[in-house]
């Protein structure tokens, strides 16, 4: 089946800091999200994007869908930007996620 | 537009009970889909259900199973319950339209079992 990566694991940076999550992917997609899941467990939906470029305030994020990665940018980083980011593809009506990238922002 | 709705938030049972989950989809949304997320194991598919048929199912025991009812609304339920069953339970939503499949998650019920 389909494997999803992210990479780094982990990430701690200094609030003000700027960072970028990678997502590679093992087959074509046609559906890539980007979520972060909250302290509280609940997945947010940051960005659909299957191909090409998105921004939402201080995130964005691009897919090179024919390279198979994906890259979610986050500028200025802010303390509540910590927490989990996912990167998932649906695949047979399932959704494959990514292990995720755990941030860490420090104040 | 009301989001995903699981209910309930939080929940501890004993060992050997069994356990029933809900989530009400989007309005509109006929697929419903169900994750155990643990520290050790990540965010893993359970089933997936669309106008009342599961359509795919994960690598799970049969203690665990689910339906989902002519409104899309969708339970699951873990008979026998184990530690091990531990775990928050996210559920998520989605519609197909012109191929193109987005998913929105409900804000997940987290079952401690004792």
């Known amino acids: 089946g389909i494997q999803v990566e992210q990479s780094p694991p982990d990430l701690i940076l200094q609030e003000g800091a700027n960072s970028t999550l990678r997502c590679n992917f093992s087959d074509s997609v046609n559906n890539l999200q980007w979520f972060h899941q909250n302290p509280w467990g609940q997945l947010i939906n940051l960005f659909y994007i299957p191909s090409g470029t998105k921004q939402n305030g201080r995130l964005s994020a691009t897919t090179v869908a024919t390279e198979r990665y994906s890259l979610l940018y986050i500028s200025s980083s802010q303390t509540t930007d910590s927490g989990v980011y996912f990167c998932a593809v649906i695949r047979d009506d399932k959704i494959i996620f990514g292990k995720g990238t755990r941030l860490h922002i420090l104040p | 537009k009301a989001g995903v709705t699981q209910t309930p938030r939080y929940l501890i049972k004993t060992r050997g009970q069994q356990v029933t989950l809900s989530c009400s989809p989007i309005s509109g949304h006929r697929s419903v889909s169900w994750y155990q997320q643990t520290p050790g194991q990540g965010l893993q598919f359970l089933f997936e259900?669309?106008?009342?048929?599961?359509?795919n199912k994960g690598n799970f025991p049969g203690r665990f199973s689910g339906r989902q009812f002519s409104n899309s609304r969708s339970e699951m339920n873990v008979s026998t319950l184990e530690l091990g069953d531990s775990a928050l339970y996210l559920c998520?939503?989605?519609?197909?339209?012109?191929?193109?499949?987005?998913?929105?998650f409900g804000q997940g019920t987290r079952l401690t079992v004792v």
């Open positions: 259900y669309f106008s009342e048929t599961q359509r």
């Open positions: 998520a939503s989605s519609k197909r339209v012109q191929g193109n499949t987005e998913a929105f």
